[in-house]
């Protein structure tokens, strides 16, 4: 990335109220770099642009920005927990069974009645997690 994007990264970290690092831009490099990847693909990434990180670092870091909804955690299931910085919508994702390539996928304009929970049960509803799953082009040969 360039010297403007680790601007923007070092803003986006102090507005959380977190320390700008080294290891934190370089994480967040990484998931906006690749994004869906796995905590052990970021780690690979980070290590390429820094030389040496801890997994647990790396693991650490994730937590951080999970938490400070600058990075958003998602895990399909039988997949590893994954990363992205596109965060601060409702979308969903479409997952092939045969690769685990992810692709984001937008939220239904109009009517959604599987989106529409038939009793809240007092619940304040803000948000629907929808993975979409099928097989990718390549995949399907």
């Known amino acids: 990335m360039n010297d403007s994007n680790a601007v923007d990264l070092a803003v986006k970290l102090r ?9 934190r831009i370089a994480v967040m490099e990484a998931v906006a770099g690749n994004p869906h990847a796995a905590a052990e693909d970021i780690t690979e990434a980070v290590r390429i642009k820094l030389g040496s ?3 647990q670092a790396v693991y650490d870091t994730l937590g951080v920005f999970v938490e400070k909804n600058l ?3 998602i895990q ?3 997949s590893v927990a994954r990363y992205e910085d596109r965060v601060g919508d409702n979308h969903h994702h479409l997952v092939c069974r ?4 992810m ?3 937008d ?19 803000d948000e629907a997690e929808v993975v979409h799953w099928g097989r990718c082009p390549t995949c399907q040969t």
């Open 107 to 125: 939220c239904a304009v109009g009517a959604t009645p599987c989106l529409t929970a038939n009793d809240d049960h007092g619940f304040l509803i």
């Open 15 to 23: 507005d959380q109220g977190l320390q700008v690092t080294a290891q």
């Open 71 to 73: 990075v958003r955690r």
């Open 76 to 78: 399909p299931a039988g």
């Open 103 to 105: 692709y984001d996928i």
């Open 98 to 101: 045969g690769c685990d390539l």
């Open 53 to 55: 990180i801890s997994r």
